[in-house]
Structures are given as structure tokens and as C-alpha cells.
């Protein structure tokens, strides 16, 4: 197996020492040890480091690796203007990048679908320098995901982003006619959403006890909320005199409204008492900013060990069950697509596949074997 270290950007590259994640061979103590006397620290699962630290010093670390380590591979990625390898400078244009952000935040994208083009495009852009994109035919940019594939293996949900960020440049920023670009799209796979019993869900809010992290994941699956709608949450969008939940501006730009559950109320005034937030429902550490996604996830995986569920469950899943769960319990189809702000009404139907009372029994059960 070949050696390697591959040093990745992790920020979107507005600070001047920006964190970068340090892929190694996992096994190789010995350039482990190395990497922690540069001033590394283990990264999240340990099986990586992260460090802050500027690419003059990273380009010096790789360059002391290449001396200490000949027989490893050293690779620095980086999707902002600056070196991604001690001898190969690469250089963006900033004015692209510019003009395409400013067109994200024109058409009123949200912020985390323009980080995500963001970073795409930058990637792309990376991918042909020193080409300009307008510079580029169809062919080219095919080249360009067939490079793609074949060397980083992306997945096919990676090379739709891709596809909606390159054409975004095309046909939003440069007024381009759509057919020019017409790329291909990979083949779409249909997964059935991940469900947990509702014993399950009663199991992992009974015994988490701490009040915060109750109220998240009571809201998660009563409300069946996106883990970004959660936590864009602002004490005023609960209305207890109404009992709804307003949620502004979610997937597509879109209000709605949903039943406040009666058994939330009075732990939510009681989390409201103890905490006092200020700009958001649930905060961070620190006073007026909002709790991030990360700890989100690790609340409800933290409730799931408690609760004596080993397969992984992630805060969507509690959206999924909640919209099942309501299936199962009879409720309308075209009701539960407008309490999960579902544009197409086909978006909802995937829940009729994994809802029980949709589901006839076995004739097997039917048999008299004894």
C-alpha cells in the first residue's frame, strides 16, 4: 500500500490561518509521532489531525517530511488561490469568484447552499486553471468529470453538485443558453428513508437528561424538522398562544407553519427560563450565536447509545421517522407534505414504502404450522 500524507482546507478561506485536515496511513506510528511533534492534534475519530496553521508553514512541514519520510507521498489540496503543492502554484481568478458568489446571494440562495456552490466551483476552477471557464466547450468540461471520477471516485450525489454548480456559472452568471452546457447527470439511485420505531424515539428523549439537548431532539422529531430549520429557530417562531412552530425561510425559500406538540410546551418554557436565549432558540457556547450542526449530531447520537440503538442514527432520521410514524397513524398524505414543506407531492409518497400500515402481511403469517 502506497504511503501517503494529504494535508486538505477544511475553511472556506476567509482567515488567514485556515484549518486543514491531515490524512496518513492509519497504522504508521511513526508518522504519527512525527506529525504530533509538528504541532498536530488528533482529528475527530482519530484517525486524521487538524491543524491551524498558514501554507507557508504547512509547505515547511511537508518539506521536512519529504527529507524525514522519502518513501511518502506528500500532497497539500487546496480550493483557494494559493500553492497546492510546495512546487506547483496554482491561481484562481478572483473575479470569477466573486461575480459567481454575488449571483448566489442576488438569487437569494441560502447560506449554506452558497457556501456549498462555492466550494464546488472553486474546485472546478482549480480543475482547469489557468482556463478561464468561459474559455472552455462542452468537451472540455466532460474531460473535466471524467478526471473527476477516475482519480477522486466521486460519488454520484457529489457529481450532481457539480453538475448544478458549473451550470450555475453558465446559465445564471453568464446568461448562457442552457443546451450549450447540457451535462450529463449521473443515474439517480432511490434509498428509502431510515426509520427508528417510535419505542426507540421515547427510549432517546426518556433518557437524556440534560434539558437542552431534550428540547433539540423533541423538536427534531415532533416538529420533523431539517436539522438547518431546527437550528435556525428564534424564541418569537414559537407561538405558544397559537400552539404552531413557525419556520421561515426553509428549503426553497419557503414559510410554514407546524402544530407546537403539547408535551414540548412547558420544556421548552422551562429550557427558556434556565437558558434565556437571545437571537436563537438554541445558542452556542457563546451568547447570540446558534448551535451548530456538529453538536446537533452528536446530541442525537449520544441519546442513541443511551438508549441501546446500535446502528447510527442521524438528526434527519428523526424528520423521516416523524413522517412515517404520522403515515402509520392515518394521517393524509397531502397533509404530512406540507408539514415537511415537500414541493412535489412524490417527495412525501417515498414514506407509503416504509410505513407499516401500508404494507400487507406476509402470507407466510397466514399459515396454520402448528
Known sequence: MARYVQFIEQSDGSSASPAWEVKFPYVDRELRAWLTEQ???????????????????????VDMGQHQFQDVRWQMKSTEPGPT??????????????????????????????????QTFLKFLAGITPRHPNDLNKDDILQFMLRLQEEQHISASYQNQMVNAIKFWYEKVEQMPSQRYDLPRPRKANPLPKVISMEEVSRMIRLTTNLKHRCLLMLAYGAGL????????????????????????????????????????????????????????????????????????????????????????????????????????????????????????????????????????SPLDSLHLE
Open 39 to 61: 504541532g498536530m492534534r488528533p482529528g475527530p475519530g482519530g484517525r486524521g489531525f487538524v491543524i491551524s496553521a498558514t501554507r507557508e508553514r504547512l509547505e515547511q512541514v
Open 85 to 118: 503543492t510546495p512546487n506547483n502554484q496554482v491561481r484562481l481568478d478572483q473575479s470569477v469568484v466573486q461575480r459567481y458568489v454575488d449571483r448566489l446571494k442576488v438569487s437569494h440562495y441560502s447560506p449554506n447552499t452558497i457556501r456549498s456552490y462555492r
Open 226 to 361: 431539517r436539522s438547518a430549520e431546527l437550528l435556525a429557530l428564534k424564541p418569537a417562531h414559537i407561538d405558544s398562544s397559537r400552539m404552531i412552530i413557525r419556520v421561515e425561510r426553509g428549503k426553497g425559500n419557503k414559510d410554514r407553519e407546524i402544530p407546537l406538540p403539547v408535551q414540548l410546551l412547558p420544556i421548552l418554557r422551562d429550557y427558556y427560563l434556565e437558558f434565556k436565549p437571545e437571537t436563537w432558540l438554541f445558542e452556542g457556547q457563546r451568547s447570540g450565536t446558534p448551535y451548530s450542526s456538529k453538536s446537533l449530531q452528536q446530541v442525537v447520537h449520544q441519546a442513541a447509545r443511551k438508549a441501546g440503538i446500535l446502528k447510527k442514527i442521524t438528526p434527519h432520521m428523526l424528520r423521516h421517522s416523524y413522517a412515517t410514524h404520522l403515515l402509520e397513524s392515518g394521517a393524509d398524505i397531502r397533509y404530512i407534505q406540507d408539514l415537511l414543506g415537500h414541493k412535489s407531492i412524490t417527495t412525501t409518497e417515498i414514506y407509503t414504502h416504509v410505513a407499516r400500515s401500508h404494507k400487507p402481511p
